[in-house]
Every structure is written in structure tokens, then in C-alpha cells.
Nanobody, 130 residues
Framework: EVQLQASGGGLVQPGGSLTLSCAAS????????IGWFRQAPGKEREGVSC????????YYLDSVKGRFTVSSDKAKNMVYLQMNNLKPEDTAVYYC???????????????????????WGKGTLVTVSS
């Protein structure tokens, strides 16, 4: 069992930055990959970034490449999503989710594009607006 809690959302102006945090507990971070997913009003959920701290592999949605960066702190069992140059279309509820045993860049892409997850945390709202 893995427990997850996302935090760090808020209101930010276009072009601004936010860092989301995902606090994980229950199992060591190396046992699973963490995905950041988002869902905007009236839209389908999409995988933004998926990351395996065990091998450092990561996947990014095309629309966030070069703007978002995922990282992890194994000692703290934390995963972060640094979001820069935010755009109004980034407005959504962001969730972190875990998938046991997944590693590798190609697998991170599969995890994110197909929402392959075992555990979900509650979301945090990001609003990008002037």
C-alpha cells in the first residue's frame, strides 16, 4: 500500500512558476514510479510527467517539455514537479499517482499515456490566470 498527498497548488499569473510536491509513504520510493496527472474542467485527464526515482527515467507530455521538470528526494520520499512559464491551459487539478515496479523511459511514457497506476492521492488545484 502506498499513500500519496499532492500539495503546492495555487493561483499564479501566466509566465509564473509553481512547484508541486507529492509526499509518498508506505513503501520506499524505489519500489514504484510516480506520475503527475492533471484534469481540467470539461477535459479528460492526461499524464503530465512520469518518473522512476530508481533509475531516474522520466517522461513529459509534449506541451510541458522544456517548462516542467520532475525530481525526487529518496531520503524524504518526496517527488516534485517544478512548473515554469505557466500558461492558462495548464490550469487543472493535479494529482500524483504511483505504479509499482515500473522503470525505464519508454515505460514512463506508457504509464503516463495510458494512466497505468495502482495508487492515487488527492489533487491540488493549479490556476493560471491574470
Amino acid at each position: 500500500e502506498v499513500q500519496l498527498q499532492a500539495s503546492g497548488g495555487g493561483l499564479v499569473q501566466p509566465g509564473g512558476s509553481l512547484t508541486l510536491s507529492c509526499a509518498a509513504s508506505g513503501r520506499p520510493l524505489d519500489d514504484y514510479a510516480i506520475g503527475w496527472f492533471r484534469q481540467a474542467p470539461g477535459k479528460e485527464r492526461e499524464g503530465v510527467s512520469c518518473h522512476a526515482s530508481s533509475d531516474g527515467s522520466a517522461y513529459y507530455l509534449d506541451s510541458v517539455k522544456g517548462r516542467f521538470t520532475v525530481s525526487s528526494d529518496k531520503a524524504k520520499n518526496m517527488v516534485y514537479l517544478q512548473m515554469n512559464n505557466l500558461k492558462p491551459e495548464d490550469t487543472a487539478v493535479y494529482y500524483c499517482a504511483a505504479s509499482l515496479g515500473l522503470v525505464g523511459t519508454q515505460t514512463m511514457g506508457i504509464m503516463c499515456r495510458n494512466t497505468i497506476t495502482d495508487f492515487w492521492g488527492k489533487g491540488t488545484l493549479v490556476t493560471v490566470s491574470s
